[in-house]
Nanobody, 114 residues
Framework: VQLQASGGGLVQAGESTRLSCVASRIVFGTVNMYWYRQAPGKQRELVAT???????DYADSVKGRFTISRDNAKNTVSLQMNSLKPEDTAVYYC?????????WGKGTLVTVSS
């Protein structure tokens, strides 16, 4: 399983950005997908979940601002991030589990300046 994330970069507070993660070597439509983030000096935290059936869940800190979606035809999961805040600054990782093994993308840095 390989996960390749893209997007992010430097954005101003209040602006939007979109992350994408392409999965390969996996039957993408059968697995749940997750976005995590890790801010400097903090533990990695779960930000958003999308199930193989399309159900979604979000951390309280991003509810109403972030939207996770998936395109099974393109093996892609995306995270639309709106109304960004400086506290959203972190390295964002896409993740999935297969047969009890966790797979992680390389991570993409999102920096939100005030």
């Amino acid at each position: 399983v390989q996960l390749q994330a893209s997007g992010g970069g430097l954005v101003q507070a209040g602006e939007s950005t979109r992350l994408s993660c392409v999965a390969s070597r996996i039957v993408f439509g059968t697995v749940n997908m997750y976005w995590y983030r890790q801010a400097p000096g903090k533990q990695r935290e779960l930000v958003a979940t999308i199930t193989n059936g399309g159900g979604t869940d979000y951390a309280d800190s991003v509810k109403g601002r972030f939207t996770i979606s998936r395109d099974n035809a393109k093996n892609t999961v995306s995270l639309q991030m709106n109304s960004l805040k400086p506290e959203d600054t972190a390295v964002y990782y896409c993740n999935t589990w297969l047969r009890g093994v966790a797979y992680w993308g390389k991570g993409t840095l999102v920096t939100v300046s005030s």
